[in-house]
């Protein structure tokens, strides 16, 4: 069984900086892309940051030089480095995996995280 699982987030004033991680938790062999998604008030959902095994990135554009997303592969992890927040950046944040191979060779497709919330007081 693999999950995915978000911590790190919370409440922080507008300027303000934040860090969220996400760690896929079972018997994983290797994961695919990755990404980080948002729910907001504004948008039912929309993708912020992705980042592929090899280290390439995208960003959505109204995160672009603010947020920078990382990936560590020997621990199955990604990470979403926040800075200069704003209020409508205020939302459930969500770990995406493309899909996750396990040791025993199953491949799971398309998992999702639980979310994090992250809210920006103006």
């Known amino acids: 069984q693999v999950e995915l699982v978000e911590s790190g987030g919370g409440l922080v004033q507008a300027g303000g900086s934040l860090r969220i991680s996400c760690a896929a938790v079972?018997?994983?062999?290797?994961?695919?892309?990755m990404s980080w998604h948002r729910r907001t008030p504004y948008k039912s959902r929309e993708m912020v940051a992705r980042?592929?095994?090899?280290?390439?990135?995208e960003y959505a554009d109204s995160v672009k030089g603010r947020f920078t997303i990382t990936r560590d592969n020997a621990r199955n992890t990604i990470d979403l480095q926040m800075v200069n927040l704003q209020p409508e950046d205020t939302g459930d944040y969500l770990c995406?995996?493309?899909?996750?191979?396990?040791?025993?060779?199953?491949?799971?497709?398309?998992?999702w995280g639980r979310g994090t919330q992250v809210t920006v007081s103006s």
């Open positions: 980042i592929e095994p090899g280290g390439f990135t």
């Open positions: 079972g018997t994983v062999f290797e994961i695919s892309d």
């Open positions: 995406f995996a493309g899909s996750v191979t396990t040791t025993g060779w199953v491949q799971k497709m398309n998992l």
